[in-house]
């Protein structure tokens, strides 16, 4: 650790005030703290985890749900996914989310890092501890697996029936219009340091009033520097809004627009391999465990919170589904139990680093249960066909999380509070205002995917077209967009 | 020659074998088939979607044996594939006008 001079501090703010970019610390010279190697190890890992989740684990979830003449298609789609977005966001997709702005700050970032341009294995960026770095490129592969996620979890809404041209177009698009300005609006924030010490040089500045007002400004422009929803308060630890909502609200514009599958409601649409279903929910509560603790972008007790949390409430939620469908249905049933999981995992992921054990246990149940109801009941009520619940499961329980962490984060509940880095501790907690943000962090966020991602849509549908001949459909995907089938017996 | 015809529940398919095979039938042809009588289907749930299974998997068993064997094959079969319950198959026997063995020439019973 580093002690923080008058000076050193005072000028630290005031560059941070002038060159912007502050997320990264590489332009702290020679004072700037270097990585803790368990960090740095620890995020690797949790990068690593977090591609688990998706390949294999989200492509195999998704592709035993879905008739064995289409499985390849869905798994296609999955891969096709991580391997766009993977280089993409290298190329501007980080420098997009992660940069400052200019005037459009609020919304979305810069090119200043198009290319990874200036960033070498010394770059280093800050965690969310004073103090704390860990290396950029470990910070902007962490990052890349959620990008890469992301769309991928759309995938499952218009399963079986969307062209693979037409999605091979929609994801580049939809990651640079609709992802990358989100993961700026909620995760682009100055860091820790630039708050801090601004805070420290106001404190400092005593009774002079041209230091003080400076100083003030620092901090003002320290605030300022964030996204739209991070500066509103909103709270979302490792992506309910950015991923799950965001991802959720996309994929139910896009079975609406793209419209029911071929026989939906007449014939059997029954999943081929739910043996794989259940592998791949497993994979992905595994891979979670690098989405959510890896979130805290150190090895440390928050880590350890969202560890732990991302147990619990997983598994209260399985047994929150399979408590309510028993009740309901007659029989629980192991897709029911596995969705329940997933329901759970969504619900955790803005809650992991904010809510106590015991709140996660709540939100985790609650999840199971309405995601089932809407599942089983609603989506039924409303016709339209999201093959996967992509909106039942993410965007519900996104929602639910989201609007859970609000409450959960409250310390008499067992959370954490919001640690304030102009105090250096844990502000006060006032519910109704967390909740308030929260609730506007949804809403943003479902008019923006919303909004965005049919627009996406319609224009791909323009270009290539998003659906393939009914003939084809009937026929399958693997066959007529890839030429090869999953099995041959 | 008589053609014993039988759809039966999938497990009893052993013990029909060795039984026909105690009363010295040379061969027989298995094909796994789906269908429904009486005991009709059941429903199948998948999140929100409900599936009537109407068709029930079965196995079909096709023997030829001699006309003077047929009372014998039946009962062999009925009392090796008979479970009590509802689903336990039905046994339709038909006429066989001629047999050929592809490998010899050999005809009708000589051929069975």
Known sequence: MMTWTKSGASRVAALAAVTLPLFASAALAA???TPNKGDTAFMMIAAVLVLLMTVPGLALFY?????????????MQVFYSVAIVSVIWVVYGYSMAFTEGGLYNA??????????????PDSTVETFTRGVVIPEYVFIAFQLTFACITPALIAGAFAERMKFSAYALFIPLWVTIVYFPMAHMVWYWAGPEAIASAAKAIADAGADATKKAAAEAALAAANANAGLLFSWGALDFAGGTVVHINAGIAGLVGAIIIGKRVGYGREAMAPHSLTMTMIGASLLWVGWFGFNAGSALEAGGTAALAMINTFVATGAAALGWMIIENMTKGKPSLLGMVSGAVAGLVAVTPAAGFAGP???IVLGFVSGIVCFIFCSGIKNALGYDDALDVFGVHAV????????????????????????????KVGDFDMMTQVIAQAKGVGFTILWSGILSAILFKLVDIVVGLRPATDE????LDIVDHGERAYNY | MKLITAVIKPFKLEEVRQALN???VQGMTVTEVKGFGRQKGHTEI???????VSFLPKIKIEAVVASTDVDRAIAAITAAAKTGQIGDGKIFVSTIEKTVRIRTGESDLAAL
Do not use: C, H, Q, W
């Open chain 1, 31 to 33: 004072e700037a703290p």
């Open chain 1, 63 to 75: 592709g035993g749900l879905v008739r064995s003449k289409n499985m390849l298609s869905v798994l």
């Open chain 1, 107 to 120: 919304f979305v970032g810069g090119f200043s890092k198009a290319f990874l341009s200036g960033v070498t």
């Open chain 1, 358 to 360: 015991m709140g996660s």
């Open chain 1, 397 to 424: 329980g996104g929602m639910i999380g989201a609007i859970g962490t609000g409450i959960l984060a409250a310390p008499m509940l067992g959370g954490t509070g919001v640690f304030d880095y102009t105090t250096g």
């Open chain 1, 473 to 476: 459909e009937r026929e399958g």
């Open chain 2, 22 to 24: 105690d009363l010295g």
């Open chain 2, 46 to 52: 998948y999140r929100g979607a409900e599936y009537a």
